[in-house]
């Protein structure tokens, strides 16, 4: 069983679509996360949820819009896409401790690439 | 908050050779480190994590690191490289209020036949 799932696995669309990405996590966790991974394999945080409320918003433009519609998924939708957002999208989950030590489970990725 | 600096975008090794990536994290203690390896083409996995206490870290697939105050470093190594060890290798530090962990440039590991 596959820990933490994320579809599509590749997208490639056109500028100006809108598309989501979804993210299932089996693990029981009550934190989830999206990470952003680009050409050069930097990985940044983008949000974070814990048990369906938003804790983490980094500076994201606001066509990033994520969703959680319990604390088992969390998905990520992207309107008016432009060039720049082609990169490898990770969802993620965690247990959730306060000092820090928590290990986090990545699911495969995303490729998205902008046309 | 704290971060981390992994030197190194690129390290190339034989097969059979030590390993040693770097990276140093930048200020306080951190009460926690970890180790990532990114596969091609698949999300990252934990290889090890520094908690406070012990300073030699045992992960997966015979790596371990040494975590050295004096030296603000948390250096990956492993005895002798594998063909299959080629990945990318991500340090990590709980960072901010809310811990979230901020990776380090990761790098990549090449294994020469």
């Given at each position: 069983d596959t820990a933490v799932s994320q579809t599509p696995k590749y997208l490639v669309t056109q500028m100006g679509n809108d598309k989501s990405i979804k993210c299932e996590q089996n693990?029981?966790?009550?934190t989830m996360y999206w990470y952003k991974q680009d050409s050069k394999k930097f990985l940044k945080i983008m949000f974070s949820y814990n048990n369906k409320e938003l804790i983490i918003n980094e500076t994201?433009?606001?066509r990033f819009s994520p969703k959680s519609p319990d604390k088992a998924h969390l998905n990520l939708h992207i309107n008016s896409?432009?060039?720049?957002?082609s990169a490898v999208y990770f969802c993620a989950s965690s247990q959730r401790r306060v000092t820090g030590g928590n290990t986090i489970y990545f699911g495969e990725g995303s490729w998205l690439t902008v046309v | 908050a704290q971060s981390v600096t992994q030197l190194g975008s690129h390290v190339s090794v034989s097969e059979g050779a030590l390993v040693l990536l770097r990276c140093n994290y930048s200020s306080s203690v951190p009460p926690y480190l970890f180790w990532y390896v990114q596969y091609p083409n698949q999300g990252l996995q934990l290889l090890l994590k520094y908690t406070t206490g012990a300073t030699l870290v045992k992960g997966i697939n015979g790596f371990e690191a040494e975590f050295k105050k004096s030296e603000t470093s948390f250096h990956l190594t492993k005895p002798s490289a594998h063909m299959s060890d080629a990945a990318e290798y991500f340090c990590a530090v709980p960072s901010g209020g809310s811990y979230i962990p901020t990776f380090g440039r990761g790098t990549s590991l090449i294994v020469h036949p």
């Open positions: 693990l029981g966790h009550d994201v433009p606001n896409l432009e060039l720049g957002d | -």
